[in-house]
């Protein structure tokens, strides 16, 4: 779709919203990027902008109007109003090219020496020199990099390529995933082998959006200020000497380093869920499995509990976290996942042709035959190949039912534990 074509629709569109959606009291304030098109307004924050008539708008860059914003670039809304259906109406808009905040580069810098560190090791380690506790293996390739690679792909926004993505997997039977500022993201094995294809999408999206929003940027940059001013090494806040450089390196390795423990902070751990739950959604994943999947991880660590993980690591409490994304969901996606799903990941074991059998051979093992009917105990993925996609999908307490035109199925914990004809 051309700029102008945006620009056309966006009249009409507008217009429709403001006569059609009744509005929230207050201002809405998003500070994100742009990361999808959807008709003629944007995803930002994971929220559906569309610009009201009479936009302030502020571009800089390519950004000349808001229908030539380019995927990828900056956006803030200062002024927005958040209509019936979810959809945020800009009133007031700022945006520019991404790549030009301070300490970006390095960050970079910090994370790749990182990174390069832990491959060179074969293993993720806590801490450093004899206080090193190995933490896991490092996989870079087999089935289950192969998995986590696939979704990985699959949810990226579009101004990324899979090749500005590296994944890892890390030998350790803990939930936990992480992602560095340099789009480097690490999944533990135990997550994988216990979560199906939907979950670990909505955990993957999350880790993505740390990456993406530039979370250790931001958090590396305010550590620094703080460790600045304490030592007073900052002559003025736009400039930065040769020994404040180092020290904000040591700084970006530090939190780096820690980020897998402690998280990136509230604000930006909740960022991450209601962008990754959109990343999640775009790809065709089950999203209204979110707020099942966090009561999961409390079931499994505990409320409140010490484990260090990405769930429970300074993020908010599981209750809350799970509320927070029931209202993303009732907000954005009213209707549940897209109906066609995410693109099917192929078998890693599936083979291309029948093997050859030689004479007197013994004759090939077959498989068993693949579930014709839906039995309790059987996963999400399973009910999938039985019967489809749902109808609809609702979540209530710890369970999720799905509808079908002659029967429902009911989940516990990823598993059927009722079926309803």
Partial sequence: ??????????????LGFALSAGAASGDETLE???????????????????????????????????????????????KGTRLADGTVLAR????????????????????????????????????????????????ETGPRVDRARWIVDSLLPDYLAPSDVRVYVI?????????????????????????????????????????????????AKKGMWVQLAAIGAMGATSTIDQGS????????????ASAWTN?????????????GLRYAYEAGYDITRG?????????????????????????SQAATRAAHLEREIAHNYPDGAKPDGPPRRPSPNAPHSPPEVAPGDPAPLVAAAAPTEVQPGMTLDEVR??????????????????????????????????IRD
């Fill in 385 to 418: 190949s039985v019967l489809g996609e749902p109808e609809s999908a609702l979540v209530f307490g710890e369970r999720l039912r799905w509808a079908y035109p002659d029967r429902t199925v009911v989940f516990e914990d990823g598993r059927v534990t009722e």
């Fill in 245 to 256: 450089s180092r020290l904000f390196a040591e700084t970006a390795a530090g939190l780096a």
């Fill in 92 to 139: 007031r808009l700022e945006a520019q090219p991404n790549g030009q905040a301070m300490f970006e580069a390095q960050v970079r810098a910090a994370t790749d020496q990182m990174e390069a560190r832990i491959r060179r090791a074969g293993r993720f380690s806590e801490g450093e020199g004899r206080r090193a506790k190995s933490v896991g293996r490092l996989l």
């Fill in 263 to 275: 998280g990136y902070g509230r604000e930006m751990e909740d960022q991450a869920d209601r962008v």
């Fill in 291 to 315: 707020p099942l999947l966090w009561k999961r991880f409390a079931k499994k660590y505990g409320e409140g509990s010490s484990t260090l993980n990405f769930f429970f690591s300074n993020h």
């Fill in 171 to 219: 030998e350790n039977d803990e939930w936990n995933a992480f992602a560095m500022g340099n789009f480097s993201i690490y999944v533990f094995s135990g997550l994988l082998d216990d979560l199906d294809d939907d979950e670990v999408a909505i955990v993957l999206g999350h880790e993505l959006v740390h990456a993406t929003h530039e979370h250790s940027r931001r958090q």
């Fill in 1 to 14: 779709m051309t700029a102008e074509t945006r620009t056309t629709l966006l009249a009409a569109a507008t």
């Fill in 32 to 78: 994100g990027y742009a990361e999808f098109y959807l008709d003629s307004c944007l995803v930002v924050d994971g929220q559906k902008v569309c610009p009201a008539p009479g936009l302030d708008f502020n571009g800089k860059g390519a950004a000349w109007s808001f229908a030539t914003i380019p995927l990828g670039y900056e956006v803030k809304v200062k």
